[in-house]
């Protein structure tokens, strides 16, 4: 071997043995990062911690932490619900009390042994809500505060006792404002539902089956539009239409209704309102975004109101026009109900004002199609109370233009 060889040789053996020096540092350096739980700059990922005791470790993930600091800071600002009615007073009612309440609260307490059955005052329900502004103002779902006869307690999360005033309830969504006389209190921030995605985290709080304060559930957004129909044991056979809820497989549980379900920044972005029956992790919550338009609305003038038409409609459907023989596959068919009560046209409305008929279809407002997607009630609620609103009307198979002005629903 010349010299020449011998020095590139003698290189290459250097160069080998620096590589291999920084390699090891850099893997000593990540390593106790690691073990201490900081990780050098620019990184991150899994943090393994010793516990409390010293004995063992368990795995911190990003999620984990934020959804702790979610509860935490949000905990304090939800709040359980409690019914209280005379017994004696709801006995008289033809329902018996037990049709209403034996399944949803079996933890309730019983008469004391010295008093008359039925003449006191006892708890007959209850559900979840939380607070959004500091001077008591809290949010709720308006069938958690919708039983005759009933007065209402707020309990925060402190342990405190407040009775509670309800101030609004929504004449269309399932929403309701109550107030309690309190100040500097703990407020939620509100998110912006428009802007959720399907897979993305959330976390409900709430009084889950009217009994465990302040239960925490995670899971995702597992859908978004849902329309559903939703039921209670409160109410029999009622039922109520439920269009645009936000589908989550985060557990929530009688008694979780009117809580908040919550992003990983803490945000509220929907209000937990019902559950699919007979199925597994498949809950529903009311976007956000419609109980802000509530919110100021009571701020500002004290009370909730709703544009109103006076239409009773069914959206036309490729199938509902080979079913009744249509010309067009969209808009909104102007029909009656199977009932007395329920007119294809309200009297006294807008729409019987403007000369709109049963058999009518509304093919578009404000120059907007509507379909499945774009429905007249969308439409509608989207306006306030006496404004005017554009309608392209198919009548008797000839379309013509009306305008409208919008009138309160009651």
Do not use: C, W
């Amino acid at each position: 071997m010349d010299a020449e060889q011998k020095n590139q040789f003698i290189r290459i053996i250097v160069i080998t043995i620096v590589i291999s020096a920084l390699a090891g540092f850099a893997g000593g350096f990540l390593s106790l990062g690691l073990l201490t739980g900081k990780m050098p700059a620019g990184l991150s990922g899994v943090l393994t911690q010793t516990n409390n005791s010293g004995n063992g470790s368990q795995i911190v993930t990003p999620q984990e932490t934020a959804v702790e600091n979610v509860v935490k800071n949000v905990s304090p600002s939800v709040v359980s619900v409690i019914a209280t009615a005379n017994l004696a007073s709801m006995q008289q009612n033809s329902n018996p009390l037990d049709q209403f309440f034996g399944n949803l609260f079996p933890q309730l307490n019983p008469p004391s042994s010295g008093s008359q059955p039925g003449n006191q005052q006892q708890e007959i329900g209850g559900g979840s809500g939380f607070i959004i502004s500091g001077d008591g103002m809290i949010l709720t779902n308006k069938h958690v505060v919708d039983i005759q006869g009933a007065s209402y307690t707020v309990l925060t999360n402190d342990g405190q006792k407040y009775p509670a005033q309800i101030l609004a309830e929504d004449p269309v969504q399932d929403i309701a404002i109550l107030k309690i006389n309190k100040n500097n209190l703990p407020v939620v921030k509100l998110a912006d539902s428009t802007s959720l995605e399907i897979g993305q985290s959330a976390i409900a709080i709430g009084n889950a089956l009217g009994e465990f304060r302040n239960t925490v559930s995670v899971g995702v957004i597992s859908g978004l539009g849902r329309s559903v129909v939703a039921s209670s044991d409160f109410f029999g056979s009622q039922t109520e239409q439920l269009e645009g809820v936000i589908q989550t497989d985060a557990a929530i549980n009688p008694g979780n209704s009117g809580g908040p379900l919550l992003n990983l920044s803490g945000e509220v972005i929907g209000i937990n309102v019902a559950v699919a029956q007979g199925a597994q992790s498949i809950g529903f919550a009311l976007p956000i975004n419609l109980a802000k338009r509530d919110i100021s609305q009571v701020q500002k003038q004290g009370r909730i109101s709703y544009p109103f038409l006076g239409v009773r409609y069914v959206l036309v459907t490729p199938d509902i026009k080979a079913q009744k023989n249509l010309s067009v596959d969209y808009g909104a068919l102007i029909l009656s109900g199977t009932g007395q009560n329920e007119p294809a046209i309200t009297p006294g409305s807008p729409a019987e004002k403007a000369g709109l008929q049963e058999n009518d279809i509304i093919l578009e407002a404000d120059g907007s199609k509507i379909d499945v997607n774009n429905t007249l009630a969308k439409i509608i609620q989207n306006h306030n109370v006496g404004d005017k609103i554009t309608l392209k009307i198919l009548h008797n198979g000839q379309e013509k233009t009306i305008t409208i002005t919008l009138g309160e629903k009651s």
